[in-house]
């Protein structure tokens, strides 16, 4: 396959003015006409005309109202145009009821539905399928189906035909369309210069009662872009449409968001505290999209960043002030560390904006995502709020309608600061984790700090160059007073000393607060100051990340030789679950230990190699000496944290469950399921519900209340979804395996619909000691599915096969297995150019 180089991008030959699209909807013989206004485009270096195409029949073509025969081949279609202004028209077929690959149009549930980001609008017909072509495009759906829905605003509609026009000129793959029998839930909302608003979120029949919160998040998303960055909604309808069978959470389609059902159903029976929030989260995100990325979008696709780190910055921002900035950041810092380190520690370690790809679906990441959001948020920090806003306004007044680069967005920020950017522009490019070596000195009255800073290579990229790095940081005396507020110290060399004067004795630092930079810290600290740092900092997130350190400590200690976990862990902990002054949520939190998959990854750290079963037995014992060092207080605490009267899903309430359910999860250890069996009896809810199976199912009990759980639930999908999760979570680690493969004999196993596939597949990547069992049995499962699914649905193969990216961080016999399972994928005939290439970069 060929490899794609950012260098290599030169400008589109030709450029769109307008397209019309008719739409002959059939299962298997759908039909589309395209009329498209061409011109050339001044800034070309070529006049081919090449457009894309995959999995069409062409059935004519014309330019100018003459027939033509093009050259067509398997991924596209040329033939020779006027050097002038010209109308193409062509009608394909495409059969959306075999499309199983879930890009282009395909059918999910008798509903017809699209999927273009990234390159799937060519599979829908002959297009310049590139994000730099935009084009004002007019829809006509015919179909009986009674609900048909474009981009932009519905423009006329009669018996068995719709027609839409969106005014906004956008590339092809911010197109839509669905046709179904669905019902919407409506509403309206009235934006702050007074244009009214038709909203509606529409679903399957059956579905109408779970739309309210999704509802209520659009309206808050659609406020907060006014209020936080001026962004008025710019059509007269937005439409948001539920759909079962989708690859990813959601898409931001201009005026028409596609979401998977699972990112926007949401009932308190049906969805978990934690459902609720991440539903907030994406319709924000979708509905932020709308400017950042539809209004102003990217070039092409290594630009990625440019819009999906920006918009899941601001998503984080919108959660951060509905439901509170310290949880949030601690939150986002764990998705970060557990995800995007174990990328960039791995084969698939890449910069966030790439130099070069196979498939751009492969570069939906968590570096591109997280990682480039957190280089926002560094941005910020460091020219300050009144600065990021102005810049802001800058990049929306000068960049509206384009399709823009990195270099435009950190053009923006220099021109509205001042500041050169040249080094912060390396994030950028640079793959991988730096690492910040903190060294400390007291004398005479001075504190000096000193930071080296340092990135271990990656793939294709040996050397590695000083990064600015923002570290915020403050100081303590050992009363637990601040004697430095927070202040941010700007690491720009390979290593940098900072000094404070005037102190009266010794000061405990508290460096990088609030995440202030996607690194890691290493610091020699005893135990002692970790706890110290655990009761007094000021900051939430070091106070945290001061439990956080502890546990993993005393874990790798238990590890490594059984030890019994240190007390200072232990009381600092229990002195934190009883502090009422503290949030549940942010208690809840503390409670937490590590991933299994993080404390493997603190071994490979200090040079030794991890053994997934010894990391499961600490962590239990952990959670067993957690659970008899809080004995008494257990049931106290856990009953303040019940949570009267009709549920709501906002943070406060969320915040008790969410710390009584971590405490039921320990109590469940020592009283052999009782509390949690008499959670599950008592239920109104599902985030109680399914709490309490899972500490059933932990202590290996609760199989009445598993087979209870199906009975009740077997019409829901997406529960049945949590259904098969769970089981494959909570599996000992010899039963993982089996678990999973019993479950895809199970009638409700369907591997076409992704979200039933990763329920298993990604619970059985997520039970590290499970997965890595030394059997090889979990390797061998995975590949034989990831085999068969290739075959169905490359994207989400392609995503699953990261399950193998830790492989060579383990012991021989556990990597030759790994290594083996990959091998045999590579020489799966026919497998899709996705796979393929991240199986490639994963042998590496
Ligand atoms: N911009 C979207 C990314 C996306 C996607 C979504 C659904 C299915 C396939 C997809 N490929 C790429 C989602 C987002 O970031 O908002
Ligand atoms: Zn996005």
Redesign the pocket.
């Known amino acids: 396959p060929q490899t794609i180089y950012l260098k290599d991008y030169t400008p589109p030959a030709y450029l769109v003015d307008s397209v019309h699209l008719t739409f002959r909807l059939a299962p298997t013989a759908t039909r589309v006409l395209s009329r498209i206004a061409f011109r050339p485009n001044p800034d070309a270096t070529s006049s081919d005309f090449l457009l894309h195409g995959e999995d069409l029949t062409l059935i004519s073509a014309k330019i100018d109202g003459a027939p033509l025969t093009p050259d067509v081949t398997p991924t596209g279609l040329r033939c020779t145009v006027p050097n002038a202004p010209f109308i193409f028209e062509a009608e394909v077929e495409i059969s959306p009821e075999t499309n199983t690959a879930l890009e282009g149009l395909y059918m999910s549930n008798g509903m017809y539905c699209t999927?273009c980001?990234?390159e799937g609008f060519r599979k829908i017909t002959y297009y310049p399928d590139r994000p730099d072509v935009m084009g004002v495009f007019t829809t006509r759906i015919e179909s009986d189906l009674p609900v048909l829905l474009s981009n932009g605003n519905p423009t006329d509609q009669g018996d068995g035909w719709a027609e839409w026009h969106d005014p906004w000129p956008k590339p092809a793959y911010l197109f839509a369309l669905v046709a179904g029998d669905l019902v919407n839930h409506p509403d309206r909302f009235t934006t702050r210069s007074g244009k009214h608003v038709a909203l509606n979120i529409w679903v399957r029949p059956g579905d109408e009662g779970k739309c309210a919160f999704g509802m209520e998040a659009l309206k808050k998303s659609m406020t907060w872009d006014e209020d936080v960055y001026g962004r008025e909604y710019d059509l007269d309808i937005f439409n948001i449409v539920a759909v079962d069978d989708?690859?990813?959470?959601?898409?931001?389609n201009k005026g028409l968001n596609i979401f998977n059902s699972s990112a926007v159903l949401a009932s308190p029976e049906t969805a978990t505290d934690a459902n609720f929030e991440r539903i907030e989260a994406i319709i924000a995100?979708?509905y932020f999209?709308n400017w950042t990325?539809n209004r102003i979008t990217c070039r092409d696709w290594f630009q990625l960043c440019l819009k999906?780190g920006l918009?899941v910055f601001r998503d984080q921002q919108f959660t951060g002030d509905m439901r509170g900035d310290a949880v949030k950041r601690i939150s986002d810092a764990v998705v970060l560390r557990a995800h995007q380190f174990r990328e960039d520690n791995g084969p698939l370690a890449h910069p966030v904006r790439p130099d070069s790809f196979v498939e751009i679906?492969n570069f939906?990441t968590v570096t591109v995502?997280e990682k480039g959001a957190e280089i926002i948020g560094m941005l910020k920090r460091l020219v300050g709020d009144d600065a990021y806003a102005k810049a802001l306004d800058l990049y929306f007044a000068r960049h509206d309608g384009d399709a823009a680069t990195i270099e435009d967005w950190l053009k923006v920020f220099e021109d509205a600061t001042g500041r050169d950017l040249t080094q912060f522009a390396k994030w950028y490019s640079q793959a991988g984790t730096p690492r910040v070596k903190v060294h400390e000195d007291f004398a005479d009255g001075t504190y000096t700090l000193t930071l080296s800073q340092h990135t271990p290579s990656t793939p294709g990229q040996d050397h590695k160059e000083p990064l600015v790095i923002p570290v915020a940081f403050g100081l303590l005396n050992d009363n637990g007073d601040e004697i430095l507020p927070t202040q941010v110290l700007e690491l720009t060399k390979a290593e940098q000393s900072f000094t404070f004067d005037n102190l009266s004795s010794r000061p405990i630092a508290s460096i990088l607060r609030d995440f202030s930079a996607p690194v890691i810290l290493q610091r020699a600290q005893t135990n002692v100051e970790r706890a110290f740092l655990l009761a007094h900092d000021t900051d939430p997130f070091n106070k945290w990340d001061a439990g956080r350190m502890l546990a993993q400590d005393v874990l790798l200690r238990m590890v490594r030789d059984d030890a019994t976990p240190d007390s200072a862990y232990l009381d600092g902990l229990a002195v934190v679950a009883r502090d009422d002054n503290l949030a549940p949520a942010f208690r809840a939190l503390v409670l937490s230990l590590p991933t299994e998959d993080d404390t493997a990854q603190a071994l490979v750290d200090c040079d030794e190699i991890p053994d997934p079963a010894a990391i499961y037995t600490a962590h239990e014992a952990l959670k067993l000496h957690i659970a008899q060092h809080l004995q008494d207080p257990l049931p106290r605490l856990y009953a303040e944290m019940t949570v009267s009267g009709l549920y709501s899903p906002e943070a406060e309430a969320a915040g008790k469950r969410s710390l009584g359910n971590a405490l039921l999860m320990l109590m469940s250890r020592l009283d052999g399921g009782k509390q949690a069996a008499q959670q599950y009896t008592g239920a109104d809810n599902m985030t109680q519900q399914l709490a309490a199976l899972n500490a059933l199912l932990k202590i290996g009990k609760g199989q009445a209340e598993l087979q209870a759980f199906a009975d009740q639930w077997q019409h829901d999908r997406l529960v049945m979804d949590k259904w098969f999760g769970l089981q494959v979570a909570c599996a000992a680690p010899d039963a993982a395996a089996t678990t999973a493969e019993k479950l895809t004999r199970h009638p409700d196993f369907e591997m076409k619909n992704p979200n039933r596939f990763r329920a298993v597949f990604g619970a059985l990547k997520s039970n590290a000691a499970g997965f890595h069992d030394p059997s090889g049995v979990g390797y061998d499962l995975m590949a034989d599915w990831l085999i068969k699914l290739d075959a169905l649905n490359p994207?989400t193969t392609a995503r699953m096969v990261s399950a193998f990216d830790t492989w060579k961080r383990y012991d021989t016999d556990r990597q030759s297995k790994m290594r083996a399972a990959l091998q045999r994928i590579a020489a799966t005939p026919n497998l899709s150019r996705d796979t393929t290439e991240m199986v490639t970069r994963l042998l590496g």
């Open positions: 999927q980001e990234a989708f690859n990813m959470g959601a898409m931001e995100h979708e999209h990325g999906e918009t679906n939906y995502y994207q």
